[in-house]
């Protein structure tokens, strides 16, 4: 396996790099300042401001191979990019590679219609609007998605749709205009997997009521955000259903696969950047005589953190080289141990570098307790890691069989 960089995204990384130093680092705190409350679910003007910088200067929808308005970039190529994007937690919104919108863009270039693509996909690629993924349930274990009970029932030229879903990403957002829902079009069929069914939902349909938004340890994701959304006798056109009936789990898997070495890297660069502002912190701090950055206890987190996110960084490259040579299926092992092993890795790195900063490490000011919510939530989020560690564990015990 060969994980160089081609010249391309060499040249990618650089200008990408460039960027972000010139215009999002510099305007870290200014995301949230003097947003009113009556303002804090609209755009953020400092994101909005950017995007017309990021797309002038090639550095637009990155993420996205198969179609004309990405990079043409393989999972491989887009990983590292990714990273540098995954420091500021709304970085990648400003090149319009933020989730769920790249995963719903996947599914629309894979699986949509034309028509589909030409009302929903468009938008999507130009930062037109924005979209929401909804599949968790609040009644059900949504780990084992074959539990989704919302239904989905045809009639005549139209689908109804009802059920109660949460933790719907992007729900809150006044830009979001189109929901991707999950439900079942075929309780009764003897393959579980083959029960579940995806179909476009526009949010503004009657029967859609977003009933609130569900903060993360206190933190409310403003103005993207995830909520508790109702959907009441919601009726849409037949030709909404995405690739058909029956094809839900399908889709969820070309979804979640790329999606998760997204969540892994921008995880790693993260932990990237928490371990650089603990560097900073503890080579600046004196403590017992000596600057902390001496202390034993300090040079072994520093140690652990850095062996921990090479381990990872590593891992996620080889599942991203798997996924983009032998497809995701060949690759599933290693998507479910980066998937456990990139947020735990998160969490204790940015736990440390919390640490390290004393009390300023549970304020707003280091961005550091906003990460450790990411990271903590990231253990949850497309699969806990007890579902991809009973995966990780049946795959093993083939090899014996």
């Known amino acids: 396996m060969d994980f160089s960089y081609s010249p391309k995204v060499q040249d990618l990384r650089e200008r990408l790099g460039r960027f972000m130093d010139e215009h999002v680092y510099p305007n870290e705190r200014a995301y949230d300042d003097g947003i009113a409350p009556e303002q804090h679910w609209q755009p953020r003007a400092i994101v909005e401001t950017l995007k017309p910088k990021a797309r002038a200067a090639g550095l637009w929808n990155l993420f996205l191979p198969e179609s004309e308005s990405g990079a043409g970039l393989t999972n491989l190529e887009y990983a590292p990019l990714c990273e540098i994007m995954g420091r500021v937690y709304w970085a990648p919104e400003v090149f319009n590679c933020s989730a769920p919108d790249t ?179 503890v080579k600046s701090r004196i403590a017992f005589g000596k600057p902390v950055a001496e202390q034993t206890v300090t040079l072994e987190r520093i140690a652990e953190a850095r062996i921990a996110i090479e381990q990872c960084r590593l891992l996620t490259l080889k599942a991203a080289y798997l996924m983009d040579t032998e497809g995701n299926k060949a690759a599933r092992a290693e998507i479910a141990m980066i998937k456990v092993a990139a947020p735990n890795m998160l969490c204790k790195i940015v736990d440390w570098a919390i640490q390290a900063h004393g009390g300023g490490g549970v304020s707003d000011d280091f961005g550091l307790a906003r990460a450790y919510a990411h990271a903590r939530t990231l253990r949850l989020a497309d699969g806990p890691d007890e579902v991809h560690r009973n995966q990780i564990g049946r795959l093993e015990l083939r090899k014996y069989n």
């Open 103 to 281: 995963g719903n863009m996947e599914v629309l270039v894979r699986y949509g219609t034309a028509e589909q693509k030409n009302q929903w996909l468009e938008p999507l690629l130009e930062g037109k609007i924005r979209s929401g993924f909804a599949m968790t349930e609040p009644d059900v274990a949504s780990s084992d998605a074959t539990n989704i009970q919302s239904s989905i029932r045809r009639d005549g030229d139209h689908y109804v749709i009802n059920g109660r879903k949460w933790w719907t990403s992007g729900a809150p957002d006044p830009r979001c205009k189109i929901l991707i829902f999950m439900g079942k079009t075929a309780p009764n069929n003897p393959d579980k997997y083959k029960q579940q069914s995806m179909i476009l939902v526009p949010k503004d349909t009657p029967g859609v009521k977003v009933l609130r938004w569900l903060p993360v340890f206190g933190y409310d994701d403003a103005p993207h955000g995830h909520a508790e959304v109702d959907f009441v006798d919601v009726r849409v056109p037949a030709g909404n259903v995405l690739l058909g009936e029956g094809r839900g789990f399908e889709i969820a898997q070309g979804r979640l696969g790329p999606g998760r070495i997204h969540h892994c890297m921008r995880a790693i660069g993260q932990a990237e950047y928490a371990l650089e502002k603990m560097c900073k912190r």
